[in-house]
């Protein structure tokens, strides 16, 4: 065999070097995204690295910070910073509900030395959204530094860093933006910079390190790239980008938010699930969470959903939540009409097997009604 026969181009294989202009490109795309000035990093893995690495830059032994926990992320939030040495003030609200602006106004009179505060927009893990918007007005007043895990949340809702005055608002593509799981992003003000230079702990030469971005990618004026870029993530990233560009924003978002009208209504007509989260206000765009009827356990309903169809959306909530909590995902390709009445036909099948009584011929007229 000659060599040129035996050297088959791949798709995913053989491609030129992602440019650093590209790369900066890219980021520029994203910043458009979130419609913020702010410098917006693309870091080089799942979106764990981001929110790890902007509380290891900015959070030590003399910051007190108030960790809002509205799902299993905040409680994560909450053991770093106390491993970076921060006093944190622990703010629960129960997973059926969200946190308000009244509750961090009360955190502040009651600890007025507090200097950061942590929170999660949306949790996918719990289907709550909490109020950003208003929340960030109480912690600018207060001049906290505000951070933001918008995972779950952009792409679905909107997420607007400058107009809120978050100062590290962390996103990821896997969830809404119906992107690549394996790079992520923060957005960084100016404030967020400052806190973190003067941070001895900050981490630097590392991989969680944000600073190492900064003097080296953005002050270099994004000229080289620090180390070879996960290549296909990026070009998967950009092309995300792209497709939520041409479809519209607000486009995808509204078919997020029907999604999760859809489901919640659909869940209600359909007998036996209720809604896990009591107001729909609260209700996240991204996934809907569904409580079990008494006596049936929520990861055996899913496990019996899926053996009907195992590309379902379907989850058990994690941990203790196993036994109550059902997850919907309709997020990205499956924030549709079809997924949802699909998971609504198979939920019903599940419960209807347990001997409960569903009617699914009105879940999915209410399905359709909420799309509307
Ligand atoms: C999904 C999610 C993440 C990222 O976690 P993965 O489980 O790796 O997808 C981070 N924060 C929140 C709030 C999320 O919902």
């Not at 009651?110 to 960030?136: K, Q, R, W």
């Not at 030469?205 to 080296?216: A, G, I, M, P, V």
Request: aromatic share 4%; hydrophobic share 50%; proline share 6%.
């Amino acid at each position: 065999m000659s060599e040129e026969s035996t050297a088959v181009t791949h798709p995913f294989l053989d491609l030129p070097p992602l440019s650093a202009a590209r790369f900066a490109s890219i980021e520029d795309r994203v910043a458009r995204l979130l419609d913020t000035r702010q410098d917006v990093v693309i870091m080089q893995g799942e979106a764990l690295l981001p929110l790890e690495g902007a509380i290891r830059g900015t959070a030590g032994p003399g910051t007190t910070a108030l960790n809002v926990i509205t799902g299993p992320y905040g409680q994560t939030f909450g053991d770093w910073l106390r491993d970076c040495g921060a006093t944190v003030i622990d703010l629960a609200v129960p997973f059926h509900t969200a946190v308000r602006a009244e509750q961090i106004r009360e955190a502040f009179a009651e600890h007025p030395g507090i200097d950061f505060v942590s929170l999660v927009h949306a949790e996918a893990a719990t289907g709550n959204t909490n109020p950003v918007a208003e929340i960030g007005e109480v912690v600018r007043e207060h001049g906290a530094l505000f951070y933001l895990d918008a995972v779950a949340s952009v792409g679905a809702e909107p997420v607007l860093p400058d107009a809120w005055g978050v100062d590290l608002c962390v996103i990821g593509a896997q969830k809404a933006m119906g992107g690549p799981a394996g790079v992520s992003a923060v957005s960084v003000s100016e404030r967020a910079w400052a806190r973190m230079a003067a941070n001895p702990k900050a981490p630097r030469r590392s991989y969680l390190s944000l600073l190492d971005w900064k003097e080296r990618w953005i002050d270099g004026g994004r000229a080289a790239l620090l180390h070879a870029p996960a290549q296909l993530e990026m070009l998967a990233l950009q092309a995300c980008v792209e497709r939520i560009e041409t479809a519209g924003l607000d486009a995808v978002m509204a078919r997020h938010a029907r999604a999760a009208a859809a489901t919640r209504a659909g869940a209600v007509a359909l007998g036996g699930l209720e809604p896990y989260v009591h107001e729909a206000q609260d209700a996240a765009p991204v996934a809907t969470t569904l409580r079990t009827p008494p006596g049936v356990v929520a990861a055996d309903l899913v496990s019996r959903s899926l053996e009907a169809d195992p590309a379902l959306p379907l989850a058990a909530g994690g941990g203790a939540l196993a036994q109550e909590m059902i997850r919907v995902n309709h997020y990205g390709a499956d924030a549709t009409p079809g997924a949802v009445r699909s998971c609504l036909a198979a939920l019903g099948g599940a419960l209807a097997g347990k001997g409960l009584v569903v009617d699914l011929g009105a879940a999915l007229g209410a399905v359709e009604d909420a799309w509307r």
